[in-house]
């Protein structure tokens, strides 16, 4: 099971972090990805995370999110973090983290959490 948390309302040109916490599985044998979902939007790609984790580890950003959006993971922890910089309206939607396999398409994804809501005012 994936549990995402730290979703909330934050002004433009704020941060937040967001924590994607597993259990029930070999968490770090897996790759993590981050997607959102705009109201009447489809969902899209954030970020995703190698199971390595570290300085080796294979990073993929959207480039609306690029040097703004950090993706880290803390395999002892069994947790993966979204940490978000310079928020703008648009980045407005329900994240979800999942684990699966690497990649931008949610089909390589088998587990995904519930969801949080980041809110972005202008």
């Known amino acids: 099971q994936l549990q995402a948390s730290g979703g909330g309302l934050v002004q433009a040109g704020g941060s937040l972090r967001l924590a994607c916490a597993a259990s029930?599985?070999?968490?770090?044998?897996?790759?993590v990805g981050w997607f959102r979902q705009a109201p009447g939007k489809e969902r899209e790609f954030v970020a995703a995370?190698?199971?390595?984790?570290?300085?080796?580890?294979?990073?993929d950003y959207v480039d609306s999110v690029k040097g703004r959006f950090t993706i880290s993971r803390d395999n002892a922890k069994n947790t993966v973090y979204l940490q978000m910089n310079s928020l703008k309206p648009e980045d407005t939607a329900i994240y979800y983290c999942?684990?699966?396999?690497?990649?931008?398409?949610?089909?390589?994804?088998?587990?995904w959490g519930q969801g949080t809501l980041v809110t972005v005012s202008s």
């Open positions: 995370i190698s199971w390595t984790g570290g300085p080796t580890s294979y990073v």
């Open positions: 999942a684990s699966g396999g690497i990649g931008r398409a949610s089909r390589r994804y088998d587990y």
């Open positions: 029930g599985r070999t968490f770090s044998a897996y790759a």
